[in-house]
């Protein structure tokens, strides 16, 4: 797997388009050195422009990608060091064909977990990751399902974990609503705090469900150095 590249990799510039502090203990823990740059988008996309929810997350996560691409060049000064790698991501919650992100306050919070209350639910994050390809001399041809945008190779994936909720009773999830944890997460709530003892069970990645899908991404990083697109 990765393991054995985390101390080559220590040697290349790696940012993450997130603010998320949950992504960021994720590639932590995983022995990664990173630096952040906080995407400026929105995250307004128009749901109905979307017939499959992961298909949002994934173009989110690209447009943060592309945004931070931005920032990083209106940062730029002379002598930095040139970027190796791109990290960007979107969570969102997928309940009934419907796009769950963040709640905006305590009411559409109580609402979102009402509707998750005794049923199951899909969460999909969708990752997006940006190496320089135009200006790397004999830099490999893009792999299948690879893309160039503005001289970056865009590799992209999505990851989907099923979830069920037990019946929580109106106390509980007033409870949980005013302990504050709904709030900044996709589907106003953290598997990995309080919410924990919501779920009766999942299928897939439990990563995914906190906010980054790390068995994935190992992955299809390690595609990336073995094609020589990244190196460690």
Not at 52 to 66: G, P, Q, V
Not at 87 to 99: F, L, M, N, P, Y
Not at 186 to 207: E, P
Request: with cysteine; charged share 20%.
């Amino acid at each position: 797997m990765l393991l054995q590249h985390v101390a080559g990799l220590s040697r290349s510039r790696i940012v993450l388009a997130s603010g998320s502090p949950r992504r960021r203990e994720l590639l932590g823990s995983m022995g990664l050195k990173f630096e952040v740059c906080v995407s400026t988008f929105e995250e307004t996309l128009p749901h109905d422009d979307f017939t499959r929810a992961e298909h949002y997350a994934l173009e989110t996560a690209r447009h943060k990608a592309m945004d931070v691409v931005h920032i990083l060049g209106l940062q730029a000064k002379p002598g930095d060091r040139p970027v190796d790698l791109i990290i960007s991501a979107d969570t969102v919650v997928e309940r009934g064909g419907k796009i769950l992100e963040k709640p905006d306050d305590a009411v559409h919070a109580k609402l979102m977990l009402q509707g998750l209350s005794g049923s199951m639910h899909h969460v999909h994050t969708g990752v997006v990751l940006l190496v320089p390809h135009a200006t790397r001399p004999g830099a490999p041809p893009p792999g299948p399902g690879d893309a160039l945008d503005e001289g970056w190779l865009v590799r992209s994936f999505v990851c989907t974990t099923e979830v069920v909720f037990d019946e929580l009773p109106l106390a509980t999830i007033e409870a949980y609503v005013q302990s504050g944890e709904p709030f900044g997460k996709a589907g106003a709530y953290g598997i990995q705090g309080l919410a924990g003892s919501f779920v009766r069970r999942i299928d897939g990645c439990f990563y995914n469900v906190v906010g980054f899908p790390v068995n994935e991404f190992s992955k299809q990083l390690l595609r990336l150095i073995d094609t020589g697109h990244l190196q460690a």
